[in-house]
């Protein structure tokens, strides 16, 4: 039973417009919710976060939304860029257990 | 920066042998910890280590096993490969009391025949 989920397996967006990557999850624990990026051959790096307390946590061109009552959240890439392309994995941590819990991936495509 | 190394990058071996998979940090870092990758379900945790010979498990531990003999190295041991082990593995590491972000090595692409 997968407690982080990403329903979308794919993304394409034009060069310069915004990508919105979605997740929601079922444990309503977590304290913490993260974004990794991942390009081929390469493992995953850490992109962004944000704490269960908070709603929205911002870092240059990526914007991460948490939206509690729903268990969802959403991660922004405003302006998507080539170098954007990649898997993008949600992932939840209870800090009690301190592991994260990670969904499926998104693959983004990024059109010059 | 933090560099996560791991032993080979693509491995195949038959059904039935014992396949080690060696992970290595350079900073010193208390934690490591084992993944798998697999189209669809993304990371799932097989085991981890907050200190030298401790382990825990993670969600899918069953037919591995892990040894912690140095703090820098961290090694993932399949006693008797499966077809159904054949997977992507990364390990990853970090000094953080809370482990969110994790420093990932390249991965070992293993396949069992």
């Known amino acids: 039973d997968q407690q982080v989920k990403q329903n979308s397996p794919s993304l394409s967006v034009q060069e310069g417009r915004i990508s919105i990557l979605n997740c929601d999850y079922t444990?309503?624990?977590?304290?913490?919710f993260l974004w990794y990026k991942k390009y081929p051959a390469e493992g995953p790096t850490f992109l962004i976060s944000?704490?269960?307390?908070?709603d929205k946590n911002e870092d240059g061109r990526f914007t991460v939304f948490l939206n509690k009552s729903a268990k969802h959240l959403s991660l922004h890439i405003v302006p998507s860029q080539p170098g954007d392309s990649a898997v993008y994995f949600c992932?939840?941590?209870?800090?009690?257990?301190?592991?994260?819990?990670f969904g499926g991936g998104t693959r983004v495509l990024v059109k010059p | 920066d933090v560099k996560v190394t791991q032993s080979s990058r693509y491995l195949v071996k038959r059904t039935g042998e014992k396949v080690f998979l060696e992970c290595v940090q350079d900073?010193?870092?208390?934690?490591m910890f084992w993944y798998r990758q697999d189209p669809g379900l993304g990371l799932r945790l097989i085991y981890f280590?907050?200190?030298?010979?401790?382990?825990e498990k993670g969600d899918i531990p069953e037919g591995y096993s892990v040894s912690r003999e140095k703090k820098e190295r961290f090694s993932l041991i399949l006693e008797s490969a499966s077809t159904n082990q054949t997977s992507m593995y990364l390990c990853?590491?970090?000094?953080?009391?809370?482990?969110?972000?994790?420093?990932f090595g390249p991965g070992t692409r293993l396949t069992v025949t």
């Open positions: 990853a590491s970090t000094g953080l009391a809370l482990s969110y972000e994790q420093y």
């Open positions: 444990n309503s624990m977590f304290d913490y």
């Open positions: 944000i704490s269960s307390i908070k």
């Open positions: 992932a939840a941590l209870k800090a009690a257990g301190n592991k994260l819990t």
């Open positions: 900073m010193d870092h208390e934690n």
């Open positions: 280590s907050y200190d030298v010979k401790m382990k």
